[in-house]
Structures are given as structure tokens and as C-alpha cells.
């Protein structure tokens, strides 16, 4: 006993270094459990068919919950027992679980459960809110009423727990290449040591989820998800699926590449953005394809095929040179550009539908074909006036340019197109509107007569004017001469007959009488009406 107890101190000078970090109880507490566990090595000499299975190791997640599957087998001999009492110690001596609660050390006091049957031999533990400080061996113990005792310390009857402070990343399956638009299963494999409480998984890609869960190594868990809906398309090529885990606020992912493979799309024919009339010019066929095209066909607008290689030559192009499309293969399947029209580049062309029109007004249209578009202007015969018109788009290379004018349009006009190829003109003939002479003639008769009415009106009208003071003078002598004879008749009531000629000059009383009055002409006298009837 004495040397069991100089074993013992060393132990018990370490414990007590470390008794404020890891189990904040009396160091008396770990002498006499170093004792306890002598004594449980001395009662486990003999025990020749006592055994325990557990996983060599388990691995937990901080904050989460860890499971140690265990079954224990025992010295039966034929008989049944019913009572039996089961004992968890984390490093030989800290009670970690035990049916009298009491016994449990406070720091896993609430955190651990047996969730196993001990009449069923299963003895697996289930620890809840995993701390750093739950690292270490553990060992099982089970008392059985009526028959023994047994401590399982053998070395591949304990277990180990490692606590992780993040998750293990979850590991992504798929096929190797899949094919766009077929369905395809995907598998995201999650580890954890806590059944009833899983992570919750969310893919990148949209399907139809199922998970099923099995055990593996005794202890690790796999959640595996499935996306049974699951259809790549072209756009998934070269992207990652990505599988997500959340353990309670911490996420890991998962990834794997997507290889998809497709026909050809976006098949196009590349050329140079432009070539000259009469050049030649090299054609290519281009698309994107998994696994790229490895053969094309050219064809006409007509559909005539023109040759079976990635790219086609052109000699001598013209302004009437056909579209050409072509056709990209590969082993999912084929695809076909739309015709592709060249950019031709040629000088004005006036076309000869050009001409001018008389109607109501003189219009001339000037038809220009040319590539690129090319400016237009109007001379008149002198060269040196130009016209402005007005331009109408037909096509890419077709406009109609148009004048139009009434009076004093030239009897020719010509219309000259350049572009930075060269230069065209037309000289067109304008004839001469006969509807817009005649009326300008019956206008300016209609001018010319109204001038003439208005200067006779305004004759007519000033000799008036000349009149009406003459006679407005002569009114007022006439008022004058009867204001002076109703005075001398006043007079004459008052005074003598010799008063009358006071104011006369003698022999000068009817001087007027003795000239003959001239009769007044019919022309006065309906001048004289006239100023009358205005007074």
C-alpha cells in the first residue's frame, strides 16, 4: 500500500498545478480518486470475459454535442440480471456520468446522458455543449447487482474525444462530366458526432433535396443530401456546386467543378468588319462547344453547300456577293450560323430610275446605291449655286435624295454623289410647270389691276379734299353777311333811313347787281352736292 501511495504524490503535485484550470475541485478529491483507480485496475486483474466496444477515437464540435457508441459484454453464465448501474470517468477518475446524479462533477453536471440500455449491453453516451476542456480518454464502468464489477481500462476499450473548434468541410461527389440537360445526382457528404443536431445543408444549385444519414467508424456521422431534380445546362460548365453547412452560426462549404457538355451555340461566320469591291477576303466559323467542334460545312444563301473546313475563302467579292452561313459539330450535336451578309465597300452608283417631275411642284429624285453612304449635292447649270435637299434611307446602301422648288427652278440640275471610294453625278432635265406659270401670270395681272384701282381711288379722293375747304369759307361769309344784316335792321328800327348806307361808300350800294351771273357747270354743282351733303 505504501508504494501504491508513492506512486500516487507525483500525480498528486500535478493535479494540484492544474486543479484551478481544468477541475476546480480539492486536490484531496484527486489523491483519493489516483487511489480509487488502483483499486479499480486491482479489481479488473481477473476478469477474463468482461469486455467493452467502442470507437478508438470520436470527434466533436465545439458548442455542439459529441456520441460515444459503446455495447459491453459481461460474465453472464446463463443467469439474468436486471440491475445494473453504469459509470462514465473522463481520465480514469472525473465522474462524467452516473445514475446518482450527486456523484456527477460539476463541470458535466446537466451535459451528459446515457442514451443506450444497459440490460440491452448498449452503454453509449451522448455529451451536450462540448467544451475544449471535454479533450481526453474515457472509460466505461458498469455494476451489475448480484454478480460483479468490472472497469473497462483496457486500452482498445476506451475512447478518445477530440473537440474541434470549426467543422470539417463537407465533401461534394458528382460524375465526372455530366451532359446539359440530363438529370444527374450529386452527393454532399457532411462528418458530425451529433445526430440530434444537424447542420443545415443548402446547395448552389436549385433541385429537389432528399438526406439520409448513417453511422461510420462508430461514431463519425454522415449527412448525405441528394439533388434528384438536378439538370445542368450549358451555363453550369466550368462553375462550381457548392454544398453549405451551418453548424449553429458556423459554415463550412464544400465544392466541385461542374464539367457539362453541350453542342455548338452562338455559331457565327468572322470575317473583317469590311472589304473593298473586288477584293478577297477569308472566312472562319466560330462557336462554343464542349468538347470543342471538330468538324463545319459552309453554305449559300440557297443552301448549296461551298466546302467542309473551319475556314472558307472568298475571291473577288462584289456588292452582289450571296450571304454565307455555316455549321459547327461536335459528338452531342450540331448547330448552324444565320446567313451572314459582307460589308462591301463600293463607290456611288446613281441609279437610272433618277428624275425629275413636274406637278404642282418640280420635284427631282436622285437614287444613290454605295457603301459607305455618301453625300449629295444639287447644281443648278451656272455650277456655282448649290441646292439643299432631303435624304430618305432605303436600305444599308440605297437613299433617295430629293429637291423640290416652284418658280425659278433651273431647266437642268445636276446631282453629285461622293463617298471616300469616288464620286457619280447625273445631270436631269426639269420640266417646265405650265400650271405654275399660268398662275403666277394671272397673279401678277391681278397685282397690276389693283394698283391701278387703288391710284384712281386715291386721286378721286384728294381732288374732294381740295374742295371742302372753299366751301367752308364761303359758309362762314354767309353767317358773317346775316350776322351783319340783323344788325343794321336793328339799327334801323332806332335810327333814320339815312343810317342804313352809313357804313357804304357812295355810288359803291350795288356795285354787285350790275354783273351777270355765270350759270354753274353740272360737274360743280354735283361737286358742290356732294360737300353739302357731307357737311
Not at 488502483?38 to 456520441?67: D, F, I, Q, T, Y
Not at 449629295?376 to 432631303?390: C, H, M, N, R
Request: charge should be neutral.
Amino acid at each position: 500500500m505504501i508504494a501504491r501511495v508513492s506512486i500516487c504524490l507525483p500525480l498528486y503535485q500535478q493535479w494540484r498545478q492544474l486543479q484551478h484550470e481544468v477541475l476546480n475541485f480539492d486536490a484531496e478529491m484527486v489523491f483519493w480518486s489516483c487511489l480509487f483507480f488502483l483499486w479499480l485496475r486491482v479489481s479488473s486483474a481477473n476478469a477474463g470475459e468482461w469486455s467493452a466496444k467502442m470507437p478508438e477515437s470520436v470527434v466533436g464540435l465545439s458548442g455542439s454535442c459529441v456520441l460515444i457508441p459503446c455495447t459491453f459484454s459481461y460474465p453472464a453464465n446463463g443467469k439474468t440480471y436486471t440491475e445494473f448501474t453504469g459509470i462514465w470517468y473522463h481520465e480514469y477518475s472525473t465522474v462524467v456520468y452516473h445514475t446518482d446524479t450527486s456523484k456527477i462533477i460539476n463541470l458535466f453536471k446537466g451535459r451528459t446522458s446515457l442514451i443506450g440500455d444497459l440490460r440491452q449491453n448498449n452503454c453509449s453516451l451522448n455529451i451536450s455543449s462540448l467544451r475544449s476542456s471535454d479533450a481526453g480518454s474515457f472509460m466505461f464502468r458498469i455494476e451489475i447487482k448480484d454478480l460483479n464489477k468490472y472497469s473497462y481500462i483496457k486500452k482498445e476499450d476506451m475512447v478518445s474525444i477530440k473537440v474541434n473548434e470549426t467543422p470539417e468541410n463537407p465533401t461534394v461527389s458528382v460524375e465526372e462530366e455530366v451532359t446539359s440537360g440530363k438529370p444527374v445526382n450529386a452527393t454532399c457528404a457532411v462528418s458530425h458526432s451529433c445526430p440530434s443536431d444537424l447542420p443545415r445543408v443548402t446547395w448552389s444549385h436549385g433541385g429537389k433535396q432528399s438526406s439520409t444519414s448513417q453511422p461510420q467508424n462508430l461514431g463519425q456521422w454522415k449527412l448525405t443530401y441528394y439533388s434528384l431534380t438536378f439538370t445542368p445546362s450549358r451555363e453550369d460548365h466550368n462553375k462550381l456546386l457548392i454544398c453549405s453547412a451551418d453548424f449553429n452560426g458556423k459554415k463550412v462549404t464544400g465544392h466541385k467543378t461542374l464539367k457539362v457538355k453541350y453542342p455548338p451555340y452562338n455559331v457565327s461566320v468572322v470575317t473583317k468588319h469590311s472589304v473593298k469591291e473586288n477584293d478577297s477576303v477569308e472566312l472562319s466559323c466560330s462557336s462554343d462547344s464542349n468538347p470543342p467542334a471538330n468538324s463545319y460545312q459552309w453554305f449559300s444563301l440557297n443552301g448549296t453547300m461551298l466546302a467542309k473546313s473551319p475556314t472558307y475563302k472568298l475571291e473577288r467579292v462584289s456588292r452582289h456577293t450571296e450571304a454565307i452561313s455555316c455549321t459547327a459539330f461536335n459528338t452531342e450535336g450540331k448547330n448552324s450560323s444565320g446567313p451572314q451578309k459582307l460589308n462591301i465597300l463600293y463607290p456611288p452608283e446613281i441609279k437610272s430610275e433618277s428624275s425629275c417631275q413636274s406637278k404642282i411642284l418640280t420635284v427631282c429624285v436622285c437614287i444613290v446605291d454605295s457603301n459607305p453612304p455618301s453625300e449629295v449635292k444639287w447644281f443648278g447649270p451656272d455650277s456655282l449655286k448649290a441646292f439643299s435637299s432631303t435624304s430618305i434611307k432605303q436600305n444599308e446602301s440605297l437613299t433617295i435624295f430629293t429637291l423640290q422648288g416652284w418658280l425659278g427652278f433651273p431647266e437642268t440640275i445636276l446631282c453629285f454623289a461622293n463617298n471616300s471610294l469616288g464620286s457619280s453625278s447625273i445631270t436631269l432635265e426639269a420640266p417646265r410647270n405650265l400650271i405654275i406659270i399660268c398662275i403666277a401670270v394671272a397673279s401678277a395681272v391681278v397685282v397690276v389691276l389693283a394698283c391701278i384701282l387703288l391710284y384712281a381711288l386715291r386721286r378721286r379722293c384728294g381732288k374732294r379734299s381740295a374742295h371742302l375747304p372753299l366751301m367752308k369759307n364761303e359758309q362762314n361769309e354767309m353767317k358773317t353777311t346775316q350776322n351783319k344784316s340783323d344788325l343794321e335792321n336793328s339799327k334801323e328800327e332806332k335810327g333814320s333811313d339815312v343810317d342804313i348806307y352809313t357804313n357804304c361808300p357812295k355810288d359803291r350800294v350795288y356795285d354787285n347787281w350790275g354783273h351777270v351771273a355765270r350759270p354753274v357747270s353740272s360737274d360743280q354743282a354735283l361737286e358742290d352736292e356732294a360737300v353739302y351733303a357731307n357737311t
